[in-house]
T-cell receptor, first 113, second 110 residues
Framework: EPEVTQTPSHQVTQMGQEVILRCVPI?????FYWYRQILGQKVEFLVS????????KSEIFDDQFSVERPDGSNFTLKIRSTKLEDSAMYFC???????????FGPGTRLTVL | RKEVEQDPGPFNVPEGATVAFNCTYS??????FFWYRQDCRKEPKLLMS???SGNEDGRFTAQLNRASQYISLLIRDSKLSDSATYLC???????????FGAGTRLTVKP
């Protein structure tokens, strides 16, 4: 069964450093998403991406965040200058169509020291 | 009012019990509704979509009441493997902006 993959599984970084989280969505899917989940809290929508541009973003997704699809398979989330409060699990998801079921990757646990 | 609100739980039930989870949502324009389950430190996984007419998948039954902006999930004959956190998810404007409830934790005990 096709699945969303994410790398790395765990990323530790120093405050102020840039991090790039990587995702490979399901191959025939057209819509891509990033969510985050701070430990013990709910899953929060960050951004959706379609046709090589952002289609929706939440209030969390500020200028420190950016997304990119640099090639035909990878979908990345960049955090320019990490803060302690960016520590969370970051999930990538993809769907075949608008408002269709979203399938989640296993997540990247980001720890900012 | 929170956008998606769920019973906080936790629910601790014996094997074989029937358990029901409730969820309310605040935006009446919401179009799509889902139940996901999340195991500890894992990704959310789709359990079932929720349709206006209600739908059933084996031991799981989901109901939607648009007038009351209420969604429910019923699990019959619960198994140990049903232990997880159940997430109510609402797609607000039939776009990509999915909003999650905080989840209801279920523990099924032998």
């Amino acid at each position: 069964e096709p699945e969303v993959t994410q790398t790395p599984s765990h990323q530790v970084t120093q405050m102020g450093q840039e991090v790039i989280l990587r995702c490979v969505p399901i191959s025939n899917h057209l819509y891509f998403y990033w969510y985050r989940q701070i430990l013990g809290q709910k899953v929060e929508f960050l951004v959706s991406f379609y046709n090589n541009e952002i289609s929706e973003k939440s209030e969390i997704f500020d200028d420190q965040f950016s997304v990119e699809r640099p090639d035909g398979s990878n979908f990345t989330l960049k955090i320019r200058s990490t803060k302690l409060e960016d520590s969370a699990m970051y999930f990538c998801a993809s769907s075949a169509d608008l408002a269709d079921t979203q399938y989640f990757g296993p997540g990247t646990r980001l720890t900012v020291l | 009012r929170k956008e998606v609100e769920q019973d906080p739980g936790p629910f601790n039930v014996p094997e074989g019990a029937t358990v029901a989870f409730n969820c309310t949502y605040s935006n009446s324009a919401s179009q799509s509704f889902f139940w996901y389950r999340q195991d500890c430190r894992k990704e959310p996984k789709l359990l079932m979509s929720v349709y206006s007419s209600g739908n059933e998948d084996g031991r799981f039954t989901a109901q939607l009441n648009r007038a009351s902006q209420y969604i429910s999930l019923l699990i019959r004959d619960s198994k140990l493997s049903d232990s997880a956190t159940y997430l109510c998810v609402v797609n607000r404007f039939n776009n990509n902006d999915m909003r999650f409830g905080a989840g209801t934790r279920l523990t099924v005990k032998p």
